[in-house]
């Protein structure tokens, strides 16, 4: 979906909606088709890329907003149409920040010994959620998917080493009201919609996401220009931007994939991940640096070692 086709719905155009986010595209899921039809997709071409079987996979981890159905976790719909069977399977959820908690939870998974093979997968089909009626929030939000596979490696402790070598995750319940669905079973029995305060998110966002990754950067000690790829969550590019240069990323090393697929939440950064390990950027043994921030208010960083 343009920005042409979103200002014939609401009183926007594509000027505003470019300079203030940076995003002129996003993708909508077809009528019928779900979250749990996007992850599905995303796992299969993760699984294809690692050389891994369903079979091999002990854990499965979904990090969405926007599940199938209150209840079973949509993991457990893409476990079974994966024929995961020896996986056990649940949903995670901090809005944007999801992937990284999820990505958190499964390497936390490996280094107990609890799982051996996780797969992590982002899936959102945020344009369920949203108000088509309100321009400040329906702008900026789009349906996507994207998937890794975790697996097990004996390492020496060293920056060297491949997988997960930081993480920071934060989160503070007093801003829940920031960003919010005005709805749920326990609440309204209803699923609700997205409400936002737009400018205490960004001002919230530019604060917290440099500081997160600056806090990821000082545990491995190493400075912004030794990151090869920035791989941030895809909100905004101005607040992308912003916490690049704070972090003294340079710009070509920011992976950017707003401008057409607006913010993904939890599928971003996997998303960008895709994208850029796809047309060759993202290379064996890179050090990425991963941010985002969402509702909660949620926010973290993680540096992986590809
Ligand atoms: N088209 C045209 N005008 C608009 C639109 C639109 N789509 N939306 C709002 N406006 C108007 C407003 O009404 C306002 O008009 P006014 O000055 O007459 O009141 C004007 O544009 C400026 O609005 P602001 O909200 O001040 O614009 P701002 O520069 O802050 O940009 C934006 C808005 C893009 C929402 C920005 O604040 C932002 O990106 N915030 C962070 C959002 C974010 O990161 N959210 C994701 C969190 S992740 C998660 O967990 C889901």
Redesign the pocket.
């Known amino acids: 979906m343009t920005n042409e086709e979103l200002s014939t719905m609401?009183?926007?155009?594509d000027s505003?909606?470019q300079e203030?986010?940076g995003i002129q595209e996003r993708r909508i899921a077809a009528e019928g088709e779900l979250t749990s039809d996007l992850a599905t997709i995303a796992a299969e071409r993760a699984l294809g890329h690692a050389g891994v079987a369903p079979e091999e996979l002990d854990l499965i981890i979904l990090a969405t907003?926007t599940p199938d159905q209150t209840f079973p976790a949509t993991a457990a719909t893409v476990q079974a149409r994966l024929g995961a069977k020896n996986a056990a399977a649940f949903d995670q959820q901090a809005?944007?920040?999801g992937f990284i908690f999820a990505l958190t939870t499964a390497d936390a998974y490996l280094r107990s010994g609890l799982a051996k093979t996780a797969l992590v997968i982002g899936a959102e089909t945020?344009s369920r959620i949203l108000d088509w009626t309100d321009?400040?929030t329906c702008?900026?939000?789009g349906d996507g998917a994207g998937a890794v596979v975790l697996r097990a490696e004996s390492g020496d402790g060293r920056v060297q080493d491949r997988g997960l070598l930081a993480i920071d995750l934060n989160t503070d319940g007093n801003l829940k009201e920031l960003?919010y669905v005005d709805g749920g079973p326990s609440s309204t029995q209803t699923t609700g919609h997205?409400r936002?305060e737009?400018?205490d998110?960004?001002r919230h966002?530019v604060v917290n996401l440099a500081q997160t990754a600056q806090t990821v950067l000082d545990d491995l000690g190493v400075s912004g220009e030794e990151v090869d790829w920035l791989v941030p969550?895809q909100?905004?590019l101005?607040?992308i931007d912003g916490a690049a240069k704070k972090l003294g990323v340079a710009r070509e090393k920011v992976v950017i994939t707003i401008n057409r697929h607006g913010?993904t939440?939890a599928a971003s950064i996997p998303l960008a991940l895709a994208t850029a390990v796809g047309d060759g950027r993202i290379q064996r043994g890179d050090l990425l640096l991963m941010e985002a921030?969402?509702?909660g208010m949620t926010w973290g960083a993680a540096l992986m070692r590809w």
């Open positions: 609401v009183d926007t155009s505003w909606i203030r986010s907003a809005v944007c920040t945020f321009r400040s702008v900026l939000f960003l997205l936002m737009g400018r998110v960004f966002a969550h909100a905004n101005r607040i913010n939440s921030m969402g509702g």
